[in-house]
C-alpha cells in the first residue's frame, strides 16, 4: 500500500477531487482511503510514486510521500 500526505485539503471537496484524481492514475487498483483530518491518501496497487504525486498536485494540492 502506497501512502501520500497530502496538504491544502480544506472539505470534502477536496477529498473527492484527489480521489477521484488518484484513481485515474495507471496502475491504482483501489484508493482506500483519502482522510481530511490527517491529510493522508491510502492507495492500493502498483502505480508510479511519481504518477500519484503528479495527479494530486495537478488538482492544486502539495503531495508527499507519507
Keep these: 500500500m502506497t501512502e501520500l500526505k497530502i ?7 477536496c477529498v ?12 491504482v487498483e483501489r484508493v482506500v482511503d483519502v482522510d481530511l483530518n490527517s491529510g493522508i491518501a491510502k492507495i492500493e496497487g502498483d502505480a ?5 504525486l503528479a ?4 488538482e492544486g494540492y502539495e503531495a508527499t510521500m507519507a
Aim: overall charge negative; proline content about 0%; hydrophobic content about 40%.
Design 7 to 13: 496538504e491544502g485539503m480544506s472539505c470534502q471537496h
Design 48 to 52: 508510479d510514486t511519481e504518477e500519484l
Design 16 to 27: 473527492a477531487a484527489v480521489n477521484e484524481a488518484l484513481a485515474e492514475v495507471n496502475g
Design 55 to 58: 495527479a494530486v498536485r495537478e
